[in-house]
């Protein structure tokens, strides 16, 4: 909880300034609003935190995304009857991703950053083949309820939200957690110390492949189909995992802080578009303001090997 | 005076055995694109058309010779431990900013130029003072780079902007005998990074730095400063092909650059031709044997006339496979 601090700290801020320029949003409507919004974002960085704690990097999951949404769409093509059947085969789909993505990754020694980079471009180029261009289908009202939908007054993204960060946060606490942080901070140690530093790393990319298709179902529920759905989201949930101070190369870093950061990374969008900054430099806002919450964050943590370089 | 002598040539002859050494795995990219090359033949044979007509390698020259020119320079961060996401976003700037600079006239041609390079030494002094200075990673601080270079682009321009006059389209289209112009200026851009990387002290230190930060730095290397004129350099190429690539448009086009994919594909690029990803080894020969290797690939692609998005698909396996390969015989 520690470590998580300085991005709650600049969480907190975020909120309170939105707050003041909107006095209703700490209402619990409006909060838990912003929540729903926030939780494929969310839901990604933890699992793009499992990777990077490892000392890889999961590029795929914005096509990963992509993909189980026309999926889902073109397999149910609008009718209800097979929901179910469709939810399951598109979470075993983000588990076999991951699991490509691993072997790959830890068997075949190619750099993370390559066999994900691989496995983006397979994936969005299998949709479009797959599709011819524009996807098709549609996804019934059943399936868009975990999105749209709510249990009373909570959204349903909100529940599965907590549900996988408690998950997240269970899993870092055990014995796997410790071993996943052990690799990614010197793999060579963890493994003449009995961690199968292969084993976890491919887990960690389960995880993430895992995350991404219960990202995809809110997602394609909260905003249907389209062929643009994941783009991007890479990025950002390696931004919102960098942004909770978790180090790029692995080994340091809660999955807390990072899942702050996602929280971080979705109000700072909230708060521009409050504040009207036109749609196009909107871009360029984001990129001044995660340059300089990086940087700041690095100043008030302990650097570990920088420090002791300057 | 001698001994001071003697110090200065040292780094020099070091520098000379690491690259040999350090540019082996090179050799591999070769043979894999000699391999490419006679199954290219074959296929083209099969479907009834000649791969080594002059047509064909011309296409392939000058198809890769954008991406080789990024390339080169994203050679020398990646070599300098860093990495630069921005290049693709800063190309379709520099195609802008040349285009509108020169609008139409010949007169504008040395203003353009003045102008995009020093657009994108900008770029690259800022990329390289987020990196040490403020100690941001490079993956996000290229990112941010970029992004805000995307927000500019977003805001000021719908379409293609500007135009080039037609004597600075000789650049992208014009040949000198078999060679094209634009070929000719990657082997340049090539040819000087290897120098720069082979035969000076500051490629002799982006070794070094890339290598382990913290042993140059006890050696007296000012790693800060390597870092950023790394960074310079590599802006500089994608300046460079963006004035490339507005020659060849005509106009100046605010997705060219994302369209073409630079930035992941350079690395991309890079990384087959050996270089390894943490920096330090490698070199220069090993990508221009990895954008050869893709273009090709791309060629082969057309011939066949396979479908663009199967393209995506088959290039994602050769780029895994390729690199498992490497990784096979590194530790063989």
């Not at chain 1, 969008?269 to 009207?276: D, P």
């Not at chain 2, 004597?167 to 289209?173: A, T």
């Not at chain 2, 082979?198 to 730095?217: F, K, M, Q, W």
């Not at chain 2, 050869?292 to 791309?298: E, I």
């Amino acid at each position: 909880m520690r470590r998580a601090l300085p991005i709650l700290v600049v969480l907190a801020g975020l909120l309170a300034v939105i707050a003041v320029a909107q006095p209703n949003f700490l209402a619990p409507a409006a909060l838990l609003a912003f929540v729903k919004r926030a939780a494929p974002l969310v839901i990604l960085a933890a699992g793009q935190y499992f990777v990077i704690v490892s000392g890889e990097y999961d590029l795929s999951v914005g096509s990963l995304v992509t993909a189980e949404v026309v999926v889902a769409a073109r397999l149910l093509d609008g009718s209800a009857e097979a929901t179910w059947p469709v939810l399951a085969l598109l979470v075993v789909l983000g588990l076999l991703v991951g699991l490509v993505n691993g072997v790959v990754t830890t068997l075949l020694r190619v750099p993370s950053f390559i066999s994900t980079l691989g496995m983006l471009l397979i994936l969005s180029g299998a949709i479009f083949l797959w599709t011819g261009g524009a996807p098709r289908g549609a996804l019934p009202p059943q399936f868009r309820e975990l999105g749209r939908g709510s249990l009373g007054p909570v959204p349903w993204s909100v529940l599965v939200l907590v549900a996988v960060a408690a998950g997240a946060i269970c899993a870092m606490r055990a014995g796997f957690g410790h071993t996943l942080i052990a690799a990614g901070d010197n793999d060579r140690a963890a493994a003449l110390s009995g961690v199968h530093v292969a084993r976890v790393r491919t887990v960690a990319f389960m995880v993430s492949g895992l995350s991404a298709a219960v990202a995809a179902i809110l997602l394609g529920g909260f905003a249907g189909v389209s062929a643009q759905v994941g783009q991007g989201l890479e990025f950002q949930a390696i931004t919102a995992v960098v942004l909770g101070g978790v180090a790029l190369g692995g080994g340091r870093g809660s999955v807390v802080a990072a899942m702050a950061g996602a929280f971080t990374l979705e109000a700072l969008f909230t708060l521009l578009n409050l504040y009207g900054v036109s749609g196009a430099l909107e871009p360029a806002v984001q990129g001044v303001i995660i340059i300089a919450a990086v940087a700041l964050g690095g100043m008030s943590l302990p650097r570990g090997r920088a420090a002791a370089a300057s | 005076m001698t001994q001071q002598l003697d110090l200065r040539r040292l780094p020099a002859v070091g520098s000379f055995l690491r690259r040999l050494s350090a540019d082996r795995p090179a050799r591999a990219v070769y043979v894999a694109l000699a391999l490419l090359i006679v199954v290219g033949w074959l296929l083209f044979a099969l479907d009834g058309g000649r791969f080594l007509s002059q047509e064909n390698i011309v296409g392939i020259q000058q198809r890769s010779a954008a991406l080789g020119i990024v390339a080169v320079g994203q050679t020398l961060v990646i070599l300098a431990g860093s990495l630069d996401l921005s290049v693709a976003y800063l190309i379709s700037l520099t195609t802008l900013v040349a285009a509108e600079t020169m609008g139409g006239a010949d007169a504008g041609v040395p203003v353009a130029v003045a102008a995009v390079l020093a657009v994108s030494a900008t770029a690259g002094l800022v990329n390289g003072l987020i990196v040490t200075r403020l100690r941001v990673h490079a993956f996000i601080a290229t990112l941010g780079v970029a992004l805000v270079i995307r927000g500019v682009l977003d805001d000021r321009y719908d379409g293609p902007a500007g135009s080039v006059p037609e004597s600075f389209q000789h650049l992208g289209y014009d040949r000198v005998g078999p060679l094209p112009v634009s070929a000719l200026l990657w082997a340049a851009v090539a040819a000087s990074a290897w120098f720069l990387l082979s035969r000076t002290r500051l490629g002799c230190r982006i070794y070094a730095v890339g290598g382990d930060a913290e042993v140059a730095r006890l050696s007296g290397v000012r790693g800060e400063r390597v870092v950023v004129a790394a960074h310079v350099l590599c802006s500089l190429c994608a300046g460079i092909a963006g004035l490339l690539l507005a020659s060849r448009l005509g106009a100046g086009a605010p997705t060219v650059g994302t369209d073409g994919g630079y930035d992941l594909e350079s690395i991309a690029a890079v990384v087959i031709g050996g270089t390894a990803l943490a920096g330090g080894r490698g070199g220069v020969a090993g990508t221009v044997g990895g954008v050869l290797l893709l273009a090709v690939l791309d060629s082969i692609f057309n011939q066949l006339e396979v479908d663009s998005f199967a393209k995506d698909v088959v290039r994602g396996v050769v780029l895994v496979a390729a690199l498992a390969i490497h990784a096979r015989r590194r530790t063989a």
